[in-house]
């Protein structure tokens, strides 16, 4: 069963809950290391940063039997085979981005890192999150171009 059919809707909000629950912890850790990123204030340019973070986060939750409901729902999938990973590429041909991946879902934890209006955590499912593996130096920079 694919991921998209495993969680309800409301399953799905559970876990975006606890993914914002990790992304403020992670915040209160990283804005004293990065304050700035090339004169722009936390959290604009530290997708990879925060990603990294919240992923130990949630490494360190599973380890300490942490019981927040998108947390286990996360685990109970992860007991079925399933994996968490980071993941990088390019996000709708024009942004890199760093983020995470379990089963069928795109979760961008650093989705406010380049408009930092945007809510700080987005689930989709991957078909539609427009995140693609860059695998050729063109498209890299291409992207680097629109980017940078």
Request: proline share 5%; with cysteine.
């Amino acid at each position: 069963m694919s991921s998209t059919n495993y969680f309800t809707p409301t399953q799905i909000e559970k876990i975006v809950d606890y993914l914002a629950f990790a992304r403020v912890k992670a915040d209160l850790e990283l804005v004293p290391k990065y304050p700035f990123f090339s004169g722009k204030p936390f959290p604009l340019g530290r997708c990879c940063e925060i990603r990294d973070a919240v992923y130990q986060l949630i490494v360190n939750d599973i380890k300490s039997n942490h019981s927040h409901e998108g947390l286990l729902l996360l685990i109970n999938y992860m007991k079925q085979g399933h994996s968490l990973d980071k993941i990088w590429g390019g996000l709708r041909n024009l942004y890199f981005q760093n983020a995470l991946q379990i089963g069928d879902y795109y979760l961008d934890v650093s989705n406010d890192t380049v408009n930092p209006n945007k809510p700080r955590v987005e689930v989709l499912p991957f078909s539609e999150s427009g995140f693609a593996e860059i695998t050729d130096f063109d498209t890299f920079v291409d992207i680097g171009q629109r980017y940078w």
